[in-house]
């Protein structure tokens, strides 16, 4: 069993605290928790459920598209598919308002063929079905099950807190679809389908440890129901305090009850689904052996609250770094920033950085697009190895995240999800303390970065004498492209609006692509059958993007002015970065995911930490973003997890003359997806850059595409000139060496959760679920 499963030996192991313990966290000292009180669940909750045996239910089920003969039969509901995506409709009217967020789906069905049943909703007043089929296989649905075809009738579940990429709340689930089977010309016959949301599942569970969100702000949390006692034996650290949160999901008031000896505090919360942190001070009570209790009270015996990742801290932090930073800076090219010579001023906070720290000249994404890039940088495991490509796909439990390195080493860790990829619906809420999803931030054009800022720094205040670590995910230079006031115009022109939003209604029709037209980002080819001057629409464009990353840059800076603020600058360890790119017809494309060019691959890295780094030193060798967790790892002097894959670049970092104890390694680059914006069939594509030379791989290609390209990495870094054909010797030792890291980047595979789970015990599987990591 890998040490990383938070090292769960040392999590049920609990009541072995210590004084020499930095934080004890009593969702990890769950296991030895007395409880008074118990109460017994509630009484139940209506289902959401419809049984075909009822007319009344049947007739509110619809044939979509795709389906034939839709009928009733002996209580079943039954039809044929005449499509690969059959669907399903039924129309919801009542419970859209109750404020609860779907936890798992059940169908009772079979069906003669097919691979998979799926589920999806949506919240709008009305729905295209046809549009929604003809995207599946662009855009698979998350909530997807193995069939097992046949006569038997099985029963599936789908478990939504673990597969969505967001949360589905009462008011999303306003049309229900399903995808009985994914084969043409199926039989099937569906005896129920049941939806079970939060407040159904949690009235049936016990107290225990969970992984519980409001306001699509998730934590680690204690659940537990009044008039329930919960008391931790514990060993109280050094100038230490209670740091928690609460929250219920009951519309009548909870008194949530916390004291140790001496000590008493009550805070009764009148607004379910949001969260209230909190400290407690317990720093008189320092060393001794204490009995801390947790206590809820309701007029209604059974109510629920939640402690929102409960640990005593101690303010006496020995950790160097005390805090770590990662500013994550979504769709971000290097070649707009001032720091790498750009000729705007589009981030002064940076250049500042910059000047402070290191810069890295050449570093390297391993995705082109954030569902793949980011999981490779906070696990450092190449997307061959993790598995990791499409939209639906999660990080293996045996993933290894940096946000876990770091709880295990006693640090608070907090994070958000910009842009649905980077939390629960990839798996990368592992070791996440405190997580913003995406959906719990304003929606403002993905502009997002202040409100990401605004809630980091409380959190970071309340934890500036305790070891930290953090990821700010902004995703403000993703389109659409038009930033935020006073941004706007900083280099667009007071028309630049008008004129645009004129050329992208013109350019729609010549939209081939469906997800583009929608975004209203046409390729050249597009814009010149519209009779668009092509760099006339990227120029605003690029103005819009350049005026963007300044207003990100703005909250950059606000967050190194806090850490001067609280007087922990020197203290704390500072990246920033990007998970990869952005086109402007670079290659007659736009947006990104589409290949591994320069234009989406080449990122910014920068690192600052005062006094421990160099001021100003600029590394010219060619690094991966798979090599920065075991680099933040290095430097904080604890130990890389076996599984990860990158090395640390420590002797990058280091004054001059320590480079050669840095062992250079190609930079791999991955893309594979079902089909590209351009319309060609680019299935797998890879690029391996070794010192001067970048090869491009295109993997079951169209006749008209080339398998090799051949760029030189340095001096035409966009990949503008192919020169395979000058170079054949080049091509060969690069092919070889691609292949090899192919075979060596497969034969690491991370185990998959069914072959992880068969190495735990009950219990520590059972923790696992309760968090999500595994389904």
Same mark, same amino acid.
């Given at each position: 069993?890998?040490?990383?499963?938070?090292?769960?030996?040392?999590?049920?192991?609990?009541?072995?605290?210590?004084?020499?313990?930095?934080?004890?966290?009593?969702?990890?000292?769950?296991?030895?928790?007395?409880?008074?009180?118990?109460?017994?669940?509630?009484?139940?909750?209506?289902?959401?459920?419809?049984?075909?045996?009822?007319?009344?239910?049947?007739?509110?089920?619809?044939? +979509?598209?795709?389906?034939?003969?839709?009928?009733?039969?002996?209580?079943?509901?039954?039809?044929?598919?005449?499509?690969?995506?059959?669907?399903?409709?039924?129309?919801?009217?009542?419970?859209?308002?109750?404020?609860?967020?779907?936890?798992?789906?059940?169908?009772?069905?079979?069906?003669?063929?097919?691979?998979?049943?799926?589920?999806?909703?949506?919240?709008?007043?009305?729905?295209?079905?046809?549009?929604?089929?003809?995207?599946?296989?662009?855009?698979?649905?998350?909530?997807?099950?193995?069939?097992?075809?046949?006569?038997?009738?099985?029963?599936?579940?789908?478990?939504?807190?673990?597969?969505?990429?967001?949360?589905? +709340?009462?008011?999303?689930?306003?049309?229900?679809?399903?995808?009985? /089977?994914?084969?043409?010309?199926?039989?099937?016959?569906?005896?129920?389908?049941?939806?079970?949301?939060?407040?159904?599942?949690?009235?049936?569970?016990?107290?225990?440890?969970?992984?519980?969100?409001?306001?699509?702000?998730?934590? %680690?949390?204690?659940?537990?129901?009044?008039?329930?006692?919960?008391?931790?034996?514990?060993?109280?650290?050094?100038?230490?305090?209670?740091?928690?949160?609460?929250?219920?999901?009951?519309?009548?008031?909870?008194?949530?009850?916390?004291?140790?000896?001496?000590?008493?505090?009550?805070?009764?919360?009148?607004?379910?689904?949001?969260?209230? %942190?909190?400290?407690?001070?317990?720093?008189?009570?320092?060393?001794?052996?204490?009995?801390?209790?947790?206590?809820?009270?309701?007029?209604?015996?059974? *109510?629920?609250?939640?402690?929102?990742?409960?640990?005593?801290?101690?303010?006496?932090?020995?950790?160097?770094?005390?805090?770590?930073?990662?500013?994550?800076?979504?769709?971000?090219?290097?070649?707009?920033?001032?720091?790498?010579?750009?000729?705007?001023?589009?981030?002064?906070?940076?250049?500042?950085?910059?000047?402070?720290?290191?810069?890295?000249?050449?570093?390297?994404?391993?995705?082109?697009?954030?569902?793949?890039?980011?999981?490779?940088?906070? /696990?450092?495991?190449?997307?061959?190895?993790?598995?990791?490509?499409?939209?639906?796909?999660?990080?293996?439990?045996?993933?290894?995240?940096?946000?876990?390195?770091?709880?295990?080493?006693?640090?608070?860790?907090?994070?958000?999800?910009?842009?649905?990829?980077?939390?629960?619906?990839?798996?990368?809420?592992?070791?996440?303390?405190?997580?913003?999803?995406?959906?719990?931030?304003?929606? *403002?054009?993905?502009?997002?970065?202040?409100?990401?800022?605004?809630?980091?720094?409380?959190?970071?205040?309340?934890?500036?004498?305790?070891?930290?670590?953090?990821?700010?995910?902004?995703?403000?230079?993703?389109?659409?492209?038009?930033?935020?006031?006073?941004?706007?115009?900083?280099?667009?022109?007071?028309?630049?609006?008008?004129?645009?939003?004129?050329?992208?209604?013109?350019?729609?029709?010549?939209?081939?692509?469906? *997800?583009?037209?929608?975004?209203?980002?046409?390729?050249?080819?597009?814009?010149?059958?519209?009779?668009?001057?092509?760099?006339?629409?990227?120029?605003?464009?690029?103005?819009?993007?350049?005026?963007?990353?300044?207003?990100?840059?703005?909250?950059?800076?606000?967050?190194? %002015?806090?850490?001067?603020?609280?007087?922990?600058?020197?203290?704390?360890?500072?990246?920033?970065?990007?998970?990869?790119?952005?086109?402007?017809?670079?290659?007659?494309?736009?947006?990104?995911?589409?290949?591994?060019?320069?234009?989406?691959?080449?990122?910014?890295?920068?690192?600052?930490?005062?006094?421990?780094?160099?001021? +100003?030193?600029?590394?010219?060798?060619?690094?991966?973003?798979?090599?920065?967790?075991?680099?933040?790892?290095?430097?904080?002097?604890?130990?890389?997890?076996?599984?990860?894959?990158?090395?640390?670049?420590?002797?990058?970092?280091?004054?001059?003359?320590?480079?050669?104890?840095?062992?250079?390694?190609?930079?791999?680059?991955?893309?594979?997806?079902?089909?590209?914006?351009?319309?060609?069939?680019?299935?797998?594509?890879?690029?391996?850059?070794?010192?001067?030379?970048?090869?491009?791989?295109?993997?079951?290609?169209?006749?008209?595409?080339?398998?090799?390209?051949?760029?030189?990495?340095?001096?035409?870094?966009?990949?503008?000139?192919?020169?395979?054909?000058?170079?054949?010797?080049?091509?060969?030792?690069?092919?070889?060496?691609?292949?090899?890291?192919?075979?060596?980047?497969?034969?690491?595979?991370?185990?998959?959760?069914?072959?992880?789970? *068969?190495?735990?015990?009950?219990?520590?599987?059972?923790?696992?679920?309760?968090?999500?990591?595994?389904?």
């Amino acid at each position: 069993m890998r040490r990383s499963l938070w090292a769960l030996v040392v999590l049920t192991a609990c009541g072995n605290s210590s004084p020499e313990r930095p934080v004890v966290r009593l969702v990890d000292e769950f296991g030895s928790v007395q409880i008074e009180n118990l109460s017994t669940p509630a009484a139940s909750i209506a289902p959401t459920e419809w049984r075909f045996d009822d007319p009344e239910a049947a007739a509110q089920w619809k044939a +979509g598209v795709g389906v034939e003969s839709l009928g009733t039969r002996d209580g079943r509901l039954t039809g044929r598919s005449t499509a690969k995506v059959p669907i399903l409709h039924a129309e919801r009217s009542s419970g859209l308002d109750e404020g609860d967020i779907l936890h798992e789906v059940v169908v009772r069905a079979r069906a003669s063929l097919g691979s998979n049943l799926a589920i999806t909703f949506r919240g709008s007043e009305t729905v295209d079905l046809a549009q929604i089929a003809s995207r599946a296989e662009l855009f698979p649905w998350p909530l997807t099950t193995p069939l097992v075809p046949g006569e038997e009738f099985q029963t599936y579940r789908i478990g939504v807190s673990a597969s969505a990429v967001t949360s589905v +709340g009462s008011a999303d689930t306003r049309h229900v679809l399903l995808r009985p /089977t994914d084969a043409e010309g199926a039989d099937f016959e569906i005896e129920s389908v049941r939806l079970v949301f939060r407040k159904e599942q949690l009235a049936s569970i016990p107290p225990g440890v969970g992984w519980q969100g409001l306001g699509e702000t998730y934590r %680690e949390s204690i659940v537990s129901r009044s008039p329930e006692k919960l008391r931790f034996e514990i060993r109280v650290p050094e100038d230490a305090f209670l740091d928690l949160a609460l929250g219920t999901v009951e519309n009548g008031p909870v008194t949530f009850k916390m004291s140790a000896p001496d000590i008493e505090l009550e805070r009764t919360l009148t607004t379910p689904n949001r969260w209230e %942190e909190l400290a407690l001070d317990l720093g008189a009570l320092a060393g001794r052996e204490i009995t801390l209790t947790l206590a809820l009270e309701s007029a209604r015996d059974g *109510s629920l609250g939640f402690w929102g990742a409960p640990a005593v801290r101690s303010r006496k932090s020995s950790k160097a770094p005390r805090g770590v930073v990662l500013f994550l800076l979504d769709t971000m090219r290097r070649d707009r920033l001032d720091a790498y010579g750009f000729e705007r001023e589009t981030a002064p906070n940076l250049s500042r950085l910059v000047a402070e720290g290191v810069l890295f000249e050449d570093a390297i994404a391993q995705g082109a697009w954030t569902k793949v890039s980011v999981p490779s940088i906070l /696990t450092s495991t190449y997307p061959t190895s993790n598995g990791i490509y499409e939209l639906n796909h999660r990080m293996p439990a045996s993933g290894v995240t940096l946000a876990e390195a770091f709880r295990e080493a006693g640090y608070a860790t907090w994070a958000t999800s910009a842009g649905s990829f980077t939390g629960r619906g990839s798996n990368l809420h592992q070791g996440v303390e405190v997580l913003h999803e995406a959906n719990s931030f304003p929606k *403002s054009r993905g502009k997002n970065a202040r409100d990401v800022v605004d809630r980091f720094l409380p959190w970071l205040e309340r934890h500036k004498d305790a070891p930290f670590f953090a990821m700010i995910h902004g995703i403000d230079p993703h389109s659409d492209y038009e930033p935020n006031r006073p941004y706007d115009t900083l280099w667009a022109e007071p028309d630049a609006k008008t004129k645009h939003e004129e050329w992208t209604e013109k350019v729609k029709p010549f939209i081939e692509n469906n *997800s583009m037209k929608d975004r209203g980002l046409p390729v050249r080819a597009e814009l010149e059958k519209a009779g668009v001057d092509p760099e006339a629409f990227v120029k605003v464009e690029l103005d819009w993007y350049d005026g963007s990353v300044r207003g990100a840059d703005v909250e950059l800076g606000r967050v190194l %002015e806090k850490l001067d603020e609280l007087g922990i600058a020197d203290d704390t360890l500072v990246v920033f970065l990007s998970d990869h790119g952005e086109e402007f017809l670079d290659h007659g494309g736009s947006f990104h995911e589409e290949n591994v060019y320069g234009e989406l691959v080449n990122v910014p890295l920068a690192l600052r930490w005062p006094g421990a780094l160099p001021a +100003g030193r600029v590394v010219d060798e060619t690094v991966q973003l798979l090599d920065l967790a075991p680099t933040i790892l290095d430097l904080a002097g604890l130990a890389v997890p076996e599984r990860m894959q990158g090395q640390s670049l420590k002797p990058l970092l280091a004054a001059s003359g320590e480079t050669e104890r840095f062992r250079a390694r190609p930079a791999i680059s991955e893309w594979r997806r079902r089909t590209d914006q351009l319309g060609t069939r680019m299935v797998d594509a890879f690029s391996i850059i070794e010192g001067e030379w970048k090869l491009v791989r295109n993997v079951e290609r169209p006749a008209d595409v080339a398998e090799f390209e051949l760029y030189h990495h340095e001096t035409d870094p966009l990949d503008q000139k192919n020169v395979a054909s000058e170079h054949p010797e080049i091509v060969e030792r690069l092919t070889q060496q691609l292949e090899a890291w192919h075979k060596w980047a497969l034969e690491r595979k991370l185990p998959g959760d069914g072959e992880a789970a *068969s190495e735990m015990t009950a219990e520590e599987l059972q923790r696992l679920r309760s968090l999500g990591y595994v389904q």
